[in-house]
């Protein structure tokens, strides 16, 4: 499996052995609606990957990728390390940083935040700036981190990306051998990526159901998906998703929520897999 450089809330890498082999064997397009970190979507098999998220900051640094070749990413990506000193202990190069990126919104200082800041978060204030604090003696870019970037790289040298909200985005062309994987903000729930405090839109119950309608459309017209969600989370239940899933198939992952911050144990939440096929 190839691992994300980002170490993104909500990202479903050590899900990855058991949501795989629950795809189709064969995908023309794969369509990632939440795209977010990409751990899902660079160890799909697809002829085609589409990729979007409502952040256009991580699509934005994908982008930027994209851009450049990997020795010049890794240059670009040291330079600025030794010209902001960056450390897991220098605090005050960490704040430099974030202070300029927040003047010039660079993808590839916006990279070096999310390495050195608290928990690796993508995180912004109502006004576009970044405000993620430090990760003292903890968060940073090491030998680990350029390995992952470096197949990374790779992995998504021809992966379209796309910036917008999921109620939004045209699936027209989605047609019979192609797959939808969405990953949304799980209702009951809530990380940094779902509370409406970070700079981007919450969710809420009518999202829910919007998703449902959108997902129940390409069901309609042939087209597969897959829905990672919680039915259970801290003694609450999603009836609206439960009450949903009952005309599709659903499976279910045996999630470990034991280092987030925000999740409960894996004894208090139901992860499923939700897919029409």
């Known amino acids: 499996m190839i691992k994300s450089p980002l170490n993104y809330i909500g990202g479903k890498y050590k899900l990855l052995p058991q949501i795989l082999p629950l795809f189709p064997e064969h995908i023309n397009t794969f369509v990632d609606l939440f795209a977010g970190g990409l751990n899902v979507s660079i160890n799909v098999e697809a002829h085609h990957v589409i990729c979007n998220d409502i952040n256009h900051y991580v699509i934005e640094l994908f982008e930027y990728f994209q851009h450049c070749t990997i020795d010049e990413l890794l240059d670009n990506i040291h ?35 999310v390495c050195y800041g608290f928990n690796h978060q993508f995180r912004f204030n109502n006004n576009g700036d970044f405000n993620n604090p430090f990760g003292n003696n903890r968060s940073s870019y090491n030998t680990n981190t350029e390995k992952n970037l470096r197949l990374f790289h790779e992995a998504i040298k021809d992966f379209e990306f796309r910036i917008g909200n999921f109620r939004h985005i045209d699936l027209e062309f989605m047609a019979p051998g192609d797959l939808l994987y969405a990953d949304p903000p799980y209702l009951i729930s809530c990380g940094s990526y779902n509370d409406g405090k ?31 969600n919680v039915t259970k989370h801290k003694g609450e239940m999603n009836g609206t998703l439960i009450k949903w899933a009952d005309n599709y198939n659903v499976h279910y992952v045996n999630a470990d929520y034991s280092n987030s911050n925000y999740q409960a144990t894996k004894s208090e939440t139901v992860e499923v897999l939700i897919t029409n096929y």
């Not at 700079?199 to 829905?227: P, T």
Request: charged residues 25%.
């Open 79 to 113: 330079n600025v390390i030794n010209e902001y000193e960056l450390t897991k202990q220098n605090k005050a190069g960490y704040y430099a940083l974030r202070e300029e990126f927040n003047r010039t919104h660079s993808s590839l200082l916006l990279f070096l935040l």
């Open 198 to 228: 970070r700079g981007f839109e919450g969710w809420n119950c009518n999202d829910d159901l919007a998703l449902f309608e959108k997902l129940d459309y390409l069901n309609q017209r042939g087209v597969y998906f897959a829905l990672s």
